[in-house]
């Protein structure tokens, strides 16, 4: 069915994912960047969303999960591009932009509202590429869900993982300091790290407060040794997929700022349960 939705959602929420559904439906509809679905692409613009590396190979036909990745963006370049597409996350508007974007390529996407620390709602070893934008901060758990993904994911498939470079986690446009960029917070694993959504996130004027954004630092112990643990092999790693660095920016811009502090990681890996045996 086009745009296919079911509900993969415990009746009981914990905290963490009830402030997380808060706050996504705000960001929704206040038309935060990552809330506006992509109905201009074509095969060649989707191939640059989701693989502007050729890291993915072919993927008409494939099964892709997209993990925490609600908002009508990746699942269109996906299904554009021949994939077999779910959707995964835990907020309905999201969930509802995906449908959306569906609906406007003509295309099949199956959503799934849940929580991407139980994904007991797909079937074990189902997908061939388990496609996770930046969200596993938003849990404070990052191991819980790489055993939930190396129950979806086929042998030999693919997950890719975008998530905050653990030692510069909480700095922003905001703490330079005339020098550089202050860090003010201690570097603890699993510890909470809640600061302000820089201004390109959303457009403030005429909003009420939303939320700030609950992250949880995962440090590379946590991040490489996790994925190891699951049987996951790093096959690629990048500091920041995308960014315009612009060393000579005015400081205190966001565009100085990634120039000096790389703020996200972007691993793929393939699952390969027997590479670590001994």
Known sequence: MRGAC???LNSHMDEVAKYNVERWRRLVEAGALYTRPLLNLDAASARGVVDPRGWLGELAGRRVLCLAGGGGRESAAFALLGARVT???LSEEQLGQDRRAAAHYGLEVETVRGDMRDLSALDGAGF???WHPYSLNFVPDAR???????????RGGLYRLMCANPFVMGAGTKDWDGRGYALAHAYVDGAEVTGADEEWVYERAGRG???PPREYRHGL?????GLAGEGFRIVRALEDESLHLS??????????FVSIVRP???FLSRYDPGAFAG
């Open 144 to 154: 819980a869900v790489f055993r939930e993904v190396a129950r979806v994911v086929r």
């Open 247 to 256: 060393p000579n920016a005015e400081p205190g811009t966001w565009d100085h």
């Open 6 to 8: 079911r509900v993969g």
């Open 264 to 266: 996200w990681l972007t």
């Open 209 to 211: 407060a939303i939320r």
């Open 128 to 130: 061939d590429i388990v």
């Open 87 to 89: 959707v995964f996350d």
């Open 221 to 225: 112990g946590t991040l490489v040794g």
